[in-house]
């Protein structure tokens, strides 16, 4: 599986939960998360030039599912490293997805999940990665900083 946006807040959690499923996991990010992802059981690689060449190192063959958790031009990117078959998901480019025959999630509260998520973060099957946090009456302050584009994991707001 190759996940776009793998050190983001969603990314994140999409390679862990796509690891735990026994998926092999290539993610994208810049340099300096590629330890962080690595720890995951992630595979980095950057989003550069040099995105389409290491995919093909390390999935000859192409991929098997594509996650595009970050727009722009990720799943035309993909599309050359795609296995015959292949599946898209995202959750930024709706049109791109459908257009492959794939689907467009967007989130919707469910405390269900949210139980399921919190019973294997308490069973250490999943780690939340708490970037900055910030006191709620600075949530201006907070979303300037996830609105950069790069924070690693999640920003907490706290009353
Ligand atoms: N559809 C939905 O329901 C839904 C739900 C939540 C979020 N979203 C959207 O999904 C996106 C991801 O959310 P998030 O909370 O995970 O964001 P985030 O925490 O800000 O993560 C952004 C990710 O994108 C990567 N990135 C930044 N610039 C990039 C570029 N030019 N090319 C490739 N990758 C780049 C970052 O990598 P590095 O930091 O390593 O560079 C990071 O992994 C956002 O656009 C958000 O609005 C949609």
Same mark, same amino acid.
């Given at each position: 599986?190759?996940?776009?946006?793998?050190?983001?807040?969603?990314?994140?959690?999409?390679?862990?939960?796509?690891?735990?499923?026994?998926?092999?996991?290539?993610?994208?990010?810049?340099?300096?998360?590629?330890?962080?992802?690595?720890?995951?059981?992630?595979?980095?690689?950057?989003?550069?030039?040099?995105?389409?060449?290491?995919?093909?190192?390390?999935?000859?063959?192409?991929?098997?599912?594509?996650?595009?958790?970050?727009?722009?031009?990720?799943?035309?990117?993909?599309?050359?490293?795609?296995?015959?078959?292949?599946?898209? !998901?995202?959750?930024?480019?709706?049109?791109?997805?459908?257009?492959? !025959?794939?689907?467009?999630?967007?989130?919707?509260?469910?405390?269900?999940?949210?139980?399921?998520?919190?019973?294997?973060?308490?069973?250490?099957?999943?780690?939340?990665?708490?970037?900055?946090?910030?006191?709620?009456?600075?949530?201006?302050?907070?979303?300037?900083?996830?609105?950069? !584009?790069?924070?690693?994991?999640?920003?907490?707001?706290?009353?």
């Amino acid at each position: 599986m190759l996940i776009h946006g793998a050190s983001g807040g969603v990314g994140q959690f999409a390679a862990q939960l796509a690891k735990l499923a026994g998926a092999t996991v290539i993610g994208t990010a810049s340099t300096r998360n590629h330890d962080h992802l690595r720890s995951l059981g992630v595979e980095p690689v950057g989003y550069g030039p040099e995105l389409e060449g290491a995919v093909r190192e390390l999935a000859p063959d192409g991929v098997d599912v594509v996650i595009d958790l970050v727009g722009a031009d990720a799943l035309e990117r993909s599309d050359s490293l795609m296995a015959t078959d292949a599946r898209v !998901g995202s959750i930024t480019d709706g049109e791109g997805a459908l257009a492959r !025959g794939g689907v467009y999630v967007f989130v919707r509260p469910s405390a269900e999940d949210l139980a399921l998520l919190a019973t294997l973060i308490d069973e250490g099957k999943l780690s939340v990665d708490v970037a900055q946090t910030f006191p709620l009456d600075e949530a201006s302050e907070a979303y300037r900083v996830l609105a950069e !584009g790069h924070v690693r994991g999640k920003i907490v707001l706290t009353p």
